[in-house]
């Protein structure tokens, strides 16, 4: 499947719009069966879009006490147990991004008995990935995944390129360019060396199974050479393994000006 991406003038109004569609999915849902699970990236790209959302749910006075807010990786460090989610007060803890930067974010301008409770807020376990296809399966998959493409290599989550198609939720080693990538998502990071050489993170089989509907977002510059190769080609290309949102049924590829560069057959808005 190809899909035609969508440019929006600046990552702004990119989150706006893509807030507010997904406001309308998540009330309907919330009111028809009491939940919605969405799937969320930590990182620069779904900022403006987290922010917009946050913005609409005050705005109308949503009930998100059934959001769930299922989270696709995080880093980890080895110990003598076993693999374990870095620090929670790390500056690269997608743990403390999850809470901080999405859940806190979300929440904000609600009355506590509408806001996003912590039990629902889901990472893999770096030592039992196994468990998260359960969990994701006993929810009933994810309603809505927001995806993001590494600038450098093409990673989604942290699957590195070459990532079989049927992959799932597996503790792997990071690719050197997505560890480069990362210096320029987490700045706290002084050099290569101090970025991890691991990650927890939703197979390329994971979010091909459990996803419902999606979104890829690009937004800035340096992401030019993710759009070419994300609106090249068909189904999904392990040499860039972002393409795996073409998989997706009703998925958009929503892009900034910034980004765009000059890619073919693309509507404006």
């Known amino acids: 499947m190809t ?21 309308d999915s998540i009330e309907a849902a919330i009111a028809e069966r009491g939940t919605f699970v969405l799937g969320c990236p930590g990182g620069r790209t779904p900022v403006s879009t987290y922010e917009a959302l946050a913005d609409e749910f005050a705005r109308r006075g949503t009930d998100i006490s059934g959001l769930v807010i299922a989270m696709m990786d995080d880093y980890v460090m080895a110990t003598p147990g076993g ?6 007060d790390a500056h690269n803890s997608c743990v403390r991004f999850a ?17 996003i409770p912590d ?13 998260y296809e359960t969990q994701l399966d006993e929810l009933g998959g994810i309603d809505f995944f927001v995806l993001a493409s590494g600038a450098g290599d093409g990673h989604v989550a942290f699957n590195p390129p070459g990532s079989d198609i049927e992959s799932d939720t597996r503790v792997v080693e990071l690719a050197e360019q997505t560890r480069r990538d ?34 890829m977002i690009a937004v800035g510059a ?4 993710a759009v070419r190769r994300l ?39």
């Open 3 to 23: 899909v035609r991406p969508i440019i929006f003038a600046d990552r702004e109004s990119l989150g706006r719009a893509l807030a507010a569609e997904l406001a």
């Open 83 to 88: 693999w374990a989610h870095v620090p929670e």
């Open 99 to 115: 809470k901080a930067e999405i859940q806190q974010v979300l929440n904000r301008g609600l009355p506590v008995e509408r806001r």
């Open 119 to 131: 039990s629902a807020v889901l990472l893999p376990d770096p030592a039992d990935p196994a468990a």
């Open 182 to 215: 990362n210096l320029a998502t987490f700045p706290d990071f002084a050099g290569l060396d101090e970025v991890p050489t691991h990650g927890v993170t939703v197979g390329i089989g994971t979010i091909r199974r459990v996803t419902k509907r999606g979104a």
């Open 222 to 225: 340096d992401k030019r050479e």
């Open 231 to 269: 609106t090249e080609g068909e189904g999904y290309d392990p040499s860039w393994p972002a393409t795996v949102y073409r998989t997706i049924p009703g998925v958009g590829l929503y892009i900034d000006e910034a980004a765009a560069g000059e890619p073919a057959g693309v509507e404006s808005r």
